[in-house]
């Protein structure tokens, strides 16, 4: 049974990139892959600390998707491995959500989102979900290098 998700506030909501798991990557904490993923949107700029630095994912995503600023040149060409760079790392750093997550089998994984029609479903479910495809692939991954070894119960 496909599994959908979007608000954190509901069942499957540690798989959206506003749940509270942060994680250290680059070098740098982030509170959220939200955040993350809004500040390499202007890496190399001052932009990308304040928005590390913001309270909320909304707040990181309001900042992020503001257009008063530049886009780093190569986004579109760049950001599904930004997501994903962001998911794994999320997944890696904390055990109780990456159990929930290889706990979801082999079912597809949507983010049923009514206005965003990249990253989730859409209203509609056109959208082409790569949010989701992110997750299940890094579901498979992680099934490699977390999985538990039968013989003798510890994991690899
Ligand atoms: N909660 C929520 N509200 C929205 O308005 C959304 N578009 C999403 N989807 C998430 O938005 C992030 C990417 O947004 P942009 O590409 O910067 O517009 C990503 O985390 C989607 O999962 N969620």
Known sequence: MTIYFYSTREQYGCFSNFSSHG??????YWPTSEHYFQAQKFVGTPHAEQ?????TPKDAARMGRE?????????????????RH?????????????????S????????????????????DGSGKNML???LM????????????????GTVK
Request: aromatic residues 8%.
């Open 23 to 28: 994680f250290e990557l680059d070098g740098l």
């Open 51 to 55: 928005i590390r630095l913001v309270k």
């Open 132 to 134: 989701g495809k992110i």
């Open 86 to 102: 962001a998911v794994v790392r999320k997944f890696q750093t904390h055990t109780d959500i990456r159990d929930i997550l290889l």
């Open 137 to 152: 692939e890094v579901r498979d991954m992680l099934r490699y290098t977390h999985s538990t070894d039968a013989d003798n």
């Open 104 to 123: 979801t089998g082999d079912e597809e994984i949507v983010e049923n989102s009514p206005i965003d029609f990249y990253w989730g479903c859409g209203a």
């Open 67 to 83: 257009r008063t600023r530049p886009l780093r040149q190569d986004w579109e060409q760049v950001k599904d491995n930004i997501m």
